[in-house]
Every structure is written in structure tokens, then in C-alpha cells.
């Protein structure tokens, strides 16, 4: 009985709920001649249901993206079109294609200065999720020219899963391009010697790059028009990286276009870059700007590992979750973890990806994941920068980022909690912190980006339930 009039009230409710949200979507935000939906503010029940409403993420988040769109704070705010950034009407069709209707902040900055002659060096920051990948895949498309057949636009990537992903936007990107010849530069893609490559663009890891390059001598890094380090601060800073860019980049041109992107440089870092590309542009952001105000950051207090993994479960346990990322430290943390919530949810639901897996697996994890096979991805810094899933609303920090010397690593940390609130949507990072030391470092990031982060009791399902998204 009392089943029953719970289930007709959730009924009625998620009717109120629809009819709403339905009102909310109808008014949306472009349609500015209609008020705004005052009765929700004046009735508390509305308003109770207004929040219900968000935390089952009903309202239309086409409108969210609107508001940011308009709002010139936004890292999504723009005030062109992207007729008005002069691409090439193949690469505009690709674009359209794609579902992007306008573009984003970096994108309106940066494609102009990128595809003007005579080519400019350009050194760009750009938050996590805010569409840099667009920005220098359509330069480095506009600079193809497919009457040579030699590879013209070298494109380097930290890991093995970001060279693909962005091997597949710039495909994606050149759909009505069919000229444009795209070649991945990563482990398990074979050349023989003697072979001479006569793809116009190269997208790999800088090993790859520097064997077939110099090694292979398969094509002349002399020819290389454009050159791009996406993740450019991880790659100028870290050392097996920096000595095979170096390397790289002493064949270039002196005429050759660097295109820089990163979500972080650290002050160091930046004059490096300066240093090393001849008079950049240089696109940064303040240091309070840098956090997006769409991710909401929690710590929970935890007495051990076993502890962090009921905190993991209670949340699972309140919160519609569509994808999680977990961060470990180490891959035998990450190979636990994985073991134990696989016993309690199905191995089939839950994925590690680190790096003592081949590239083959590795590859099918990821594929598993972006499919939504599997709900949850266990992984360590290997898959903290630039990989775009869409779903991931939350972000764990089973450890802590911690630099060689146990200090925060402020900028992996703003990486991995950016694998969530992808292009302005909602994301929550949840730190699980189990030690004194661990309190210390989440005050040190919660201090460097001038960004609260909250204290959430992972015992407590009412306050786990008001995070939600
Ligand atoms: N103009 C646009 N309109 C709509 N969606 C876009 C637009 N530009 C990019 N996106 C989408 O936004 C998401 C994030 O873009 P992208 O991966 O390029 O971000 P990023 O800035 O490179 O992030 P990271 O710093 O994590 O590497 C992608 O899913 C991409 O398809």
C-alpha cells in the first residue's frame, strides 16, 4: 500500500518535474521577449522541484551552453560566427558536420592569427574541455596543400590515446576534404625503410615522430609548414619529452608556424616556451581563470584506502553517475581498486587503463569506456590530459597528483579534474584524502587556483545528494 503511494507520488512528481522543465526549456534563454519564469522563484515548492529538476539534469543543456555562450566571462563566449573566421568552405562544411554551431572563446581568438599570412608563432593557453583541439586541427587543415604530396603539418601529442583522438577530430574535420592525407606517427604503426611518406599531416607521439623522421628519414622535417605541440607545457617540461622535441624542432624551417596549446603553464614553463619559438603571440589566462567554474570541487576525509572505497560506493550509491574517471597514483592501486569494485559491481562495468597494458588494450579500454560499456575507468596520470569523453560527470582523486618531491601537482590536477565538465557542461572532482599530508597538498591546490574546494561527508547521503548533477 504504502509502496504504491510512493510510486504514484513519484509519478505525480516526475510529471511536475517534466512539465517544468518542459516551461524552463520552452522560455530558454534565446527567446529573451518572454519573462523569466518568476512563479518558480515565488513558490517553494517549485522552487523544490526547480532543484530536483537540475540534480536530474532535465533542463535542456543546450540552454546551459547558451547562458555561457552569452556570458563574456565564459571561456565559451564568442561574438563571431565561424563564417566570420575565414576558413575554407570544405572545412566550415566539416565543422558544421561536427555539430558546432559557434565558436568558443579560444577558437574565435586564436583560428584568425593562425590562418593569417605571413603565418605567426602562437603560444595558447585555453582551459580544459574548451575546444583547442578545433582551434589548431582547422589551422593546421588550412595550411594543407594538397597539390604536394610530402607530409606538411607535423602535429605531436603526449600519449598514444591523445594522438588518436586528435587524429580523429582532424578527420572528422576533413570529411569534405578528401585530398587531405592524415598519418598516425604511434607505436604499433610500422614503416619499412626506404619508404617516403606522402601524407600531407603527421599526428604522433614525438618517439614515433623523431624514428620515422630522422631515423626513417620517410620525410623531410625541413618541409614542415606547420608545427604543433599539443599539451605543450608537459612536452617542453618533461624531461624524455623535451629532448625529443628539442630534437624535432632543430630540422624545422625557420619559416615553419609553432602553434603551442596547453591548459597549463607554469610560470617556468612559459618563458621556456618563449624562449624556444621565435616571437609568439601568446594567448594566457589569470590564475583564477583557469579553474572552470562548472566543475564543483569536494575533499572527503577518509582513514585509509578501504575507507576511500566505501566513500567511492556511498556516492555511487546516491548520485546518477554517468561515467567516472578514477585517478590512482600507482597501477597497483589502480589494479585494487579495479579488483574490488569489479567484486561488488561486474568486472564488465568498471575498466583500468594504465600504462603496463599494450597499446592495443589500452586502445580497447578506452573505446570500451567512450562506448559507455563500462561506467567506471580506473586509471593513473597516463590518461589525465586531453582525452574528451563527454559523459564523465565525475572526477575522483583516489590519490592526490603529487610532483617527484610529494608536493601538489597543481597542473595535473587541473588536467584530470578537466576530463569532466567537458564544453560547459556540469562536472564534479571529488578528492579522497586520508592523511594529514594529503590535507596539505588540497589546501596548496585549493590555494593556487583560488578555487574553494568543500568538504563533503561521504556518509551523509542528504549532502551527497545535493552535489549531484
Ligand atoms: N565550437 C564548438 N561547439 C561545440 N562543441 C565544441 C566546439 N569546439 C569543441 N567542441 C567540443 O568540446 C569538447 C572539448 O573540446 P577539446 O577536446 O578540443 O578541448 P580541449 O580544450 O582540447 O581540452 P583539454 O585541455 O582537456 O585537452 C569536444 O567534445 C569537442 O567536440
Same mark, same amino acid.
Given at each position: 500500500?504504502?509502496? @504504491?503511494?510512493?510510486?504514484?507520488?513519484?509519478?505525480?512528481?516526475?510529471?511536475?518535474?517534466?512539465?517544468?522543465?518542459?516551461?524552463?526549456?520552452?522560455?530558454?534563454?534565446?527567446?529573451?521577449?518572454?519573462?523569466?519564469?518568476?512563479?518558480?522563484?515565488?513558490?517553494?515548492?517549485?522552487?523544490?522541484?526547480?532543484?530536483?529538476?537540475?540534480?536530474? $539534469?532535465?533542463?535542456?543543456?543546450?540552454?546551459?551552453?547558451?547562458?555561457?555562450?552569452?556570458?563574456? @566571462?565564459?571561456?565559451?563566449?564568442?561574438?563571431?560566427?565561424?563564417?566570420?573566421?575565414?576558413?575554407?568552405?570544405?572545412?566550415?562544411?566539416? +565543422?558544421?558536420?561536427?555539430?558546432?554551431?559557434?565558436?568558443?572563446?579560444?577558437?574565435?581568438?586564436?583560428?584568425?592569427?593562425?590562418?593569417?599570412?605571413?603565418?605567426?608563432?602562437?603560444?595558447?593557453?585555453?582551459?580544459?574541455?574548451?575546444?583547442?583541439?578545433?582551434?589548431?586541427?582547422?589551422?593546421?587543415?588550412?595550411?594543407?596543400?594538397?597539390?604536394?604530396?610530402?607530409?606538411?603539418?607535423?602535429?605531436?601529442?603526449?600519449?598514444?590515446?591523445?594522438?588518436?583522438?586528435?587524429?580523429?577530430?582532424?578527420?572528422?574535420?576533413?570529411?569534405?576534404?578528401?585530398?587531405?592525407?592524415? !598519418?598516425?606517427?604511434?607505436?604499433?604503426?610500422?614503416?619499412?625503410?626506404?619508404?617516403?611518406?606522402?601524407?600531407?599531416?603527421?599526428?604522433?607521439?614525438?618517439?614515433?615522430?623523431?624514428?620515422?623522421?630522422?631515423?626513417? !628519414?620517410?620525410?623531410?622535417?625541413?618541409?614542415?609548414?606547420?608545427?604543433?605541440?599539443?599539451?605543450?607545457?608537459?612536452?617542453?617540461?618533461?624531461?624524455?619529452?623535451? #629532448?625529443?622535441?628539442?630534437?624535432?624542432?632543430? /630540422?624545422?624551417?625557420?619559416?615553419?608556424?609553432?602553434?603551442?596549446?596547453?591548459?597549463?603553464?607554469?610560470?617556468?614553463?612559459?618563458?621556456?616556451?618563449?624562449?624556444?619559438?621565435?616571437?609568439?603571440?601568446?594567448? %594566457?589566462?589569470?590564475?583564477?581563470?583557469?579553474?572552470?567554474?562548472?566543475?564543483?570541487?569536494?575533499?572527503?576525509?577518509?582513514?585509509?584506502?578501504?575507507?576511500?572505497? !566505501?566513500?567511492?560506493?556511498?556516492?555511487?550509491?546516491?548520485?546518477?553517475? $554517468?561515467?567516472?574517471?578514477?585517478?590512482?597514483?600507482?597501477?597497483?592501486?589502480?589494479?585494487?581498486?579495479?579488483?574490488?569494485?569489479?567484486?561488488?559491481?561486474?568486472?564488465?562495468? +568498471?575498466?583500468?587503463?594504465?600504462? #603496463?597494458?599494450?597499446?592495443?588494450?589500452?586502445?580497447?579500454?578506452?573505446?570500451?569506456?567512450?562506448?559507455?560499456?563500462?561506467?567506471?575507468?580506473?586509471?593513473?596520470?597516463?590518461?589525465? %590530459?586531453?582525452?574528451?569523453? #563527454?559523459?564523465?560527470?565525475?572526477?575522483?582523486?583516489? #590519490?592526490?597528483?603529487?610532483?617527484?618531491?610529494?608536493?601538489?601537482?597543481?597542473?595535473?590536477?587541473?588536467?584530470?579534474?578537466?576530463?569532466?565538465?567537458?564544453?560547459?557542461?556540469?562536472?564534479?572532482?571529488?578528492?579522497?584524502?586520508?592523511?594529514?599530508?594529503?590535507?596539505?597538498?588540497?589546501?596548496?591546490?585549493?590555494? /593556487?587556483?583560488?578555487?574553494?574546494?568543500?568538504?563533503?561527508?561521504?556518509?551523509?547521503?542528504?549532502?551527497?545528494?545535493?552535489?549531484?548533477?
Amino acid at each position: 500500500m504504502t509502496d @504504491n503511494w510512493n510510486k504514484a507520488a513519484e509519478t505525480q512528481e516526475l510529471t511536475e518535474i517534466q512539465r517544468l522543465s518542459e516551461d524552463i526549456n520552452e522560455i530558454g534563454i534565446n527567446n529573451e521577449h518572454k519573462p523569466p519564469p518568476a512563479e518558480l522563484d515565488d513558490n517553494p515548492a517549485d522552487a523544490s522541484l526547480l532543484m530536483k529538476i537540475i540534480r536530474k $539534469g532535465l533542463i535542456d543543456t543546450k540552454n546551459d551552453l547558451d547562458i555561457q555562450r552569452k556570458d563574456p @566571462n565564459s571561456p565559451l563566449y564568442s561574438v563571431k560566427s565561424f563564417e566570420a573566421l575565414h576558413l575554407k568552405p570544405e572545412l566550415l562544411k566539416g +565543422v558544421y558536420a561536427m555539430g558546432y554551431n559557434t565558436p568558443s572563446k579560444i577558437q574565435e581568438t586564436a583560428l584568425p592569427t593562425l590562418i593569417a599570412d605571413p603565418p605567426q608563432n602562437m603560444i595558447a593557453q585555453s582551459q580544459s574541455g574548451t575546444g583547442k583541439t578545433a582551434a589548431f586541427t582547422l589551422a593546421m587543415l588550412t595550411r594543407v596543400d594538397t597539390t604536394k604530396d610530402y607530409p606538411q603539418v607535423l602535429c605531436l601529442s603526449p600519449t598514444y590515446e591523445l594522438a588518436i583522438q586528435t587524429g580523429e577530430v582532424a578527420a572528422r574535420m576533413a570529411k569534405f576534404c578528401p585530398d587531405i592525407s592524415i !598519418r598516425y606517427a604511434v607505436r604499433g604503426e610500422e614503416i619499412s625503410r626506404g619508404d617516403k611518406l606522402k601524407d600531407h599531416v603527421i599526428i604522433g607521439t614525438p618517439g614515433k615522430v623523431l624514428d620515422w623522421s630522422l631515423k626513417f !628519414r620517410a620525410f623531410d622535417l625541413s618541409k614542415i609548414i606547420v608545427f604543433v605541440l599539443d599539451e605543450a607545457d608537459v612536452m617542453i617540461a618533461q624531461q624524455g619529452h623535451q #629532448d625529443q622535441c628539442i630534437r624535432l624542432q632543430k /630540422h624545422l624551417s625557420k619559416k615553419c608556424q609553432m602553434m603551442l596549446f596547453s591548459a597549463t603553464y607554469e610560470k617556468k614553463v612559459m618563458d621556456f616556451a618563449e624562449f624556444i619559438v621565435p616571437s609568439p603571440i601568446t594567448i %594566457r589566462l589569470k590564475k583564477e581563470e583557469e579553474v572552470l567554474d562548472n566543475i564543483k570541487q569536494y575533499y572527503v576525509k577518509c582513514r585509509g584506502q578501504d575507507d576511500k572505497y !566505501r566513500a567511492i560506493a556511498n556516492i555511487y550509491g546516491v548520485i546518477t553517475i $554517468g561515467q567516472a574517471i578514477i585517478f590512482c597514483h600507482t597501477r597497483k592501486t589502480a589494479g585494487w581498486l579495479a579488483g574490488k569494485m569489479s567484486n561488488e559491481v561486474g568486472s564488465e562495468s +568498471v575498466g583500468v587503463l594504465s600504462g #603496463d597494458l599494450t597499446v592495443e588494450q589500452r586502445l580497447a579500454v578506452l573505446d570500451r569506456f567512450r562506448e559507455g560499456h563500462q561506467k567506471c575507468l580506473i586509471t593513473t596520470n597516463v590518461l589525465s %590530459r586531453g582525452i574528451d569523453i #563527454d559523459q564523465v560527470n565525475i572526477v575522483v582523486n583516489f #590519490d592526490l597528483p603529487i610532483d617527484q618531491q610529494g608536493n601538489a601537482d597543481c597542473e595535473t590536477y587541473l588536467h584530470r579534474i578537466g576530463r569532466t565538465g567537458r564544453f560547459g557542461k556540469h562536472g564534479i572532482a571529488i578528492n579522497l584524502i586520508d592523511s594529514e599530508q594529503c590535507m596539505r597538498i588540497c589546501r596548496d591546490i585549493e590555494k /593556487h587556483f583560488g578555487k574553494k574546494i568543500m568538504l563533503l561527508d561521504a556518509e551523509n547521503s542528504d549532502e551527497i545528494e545535493k552535489i549531484g548533477t
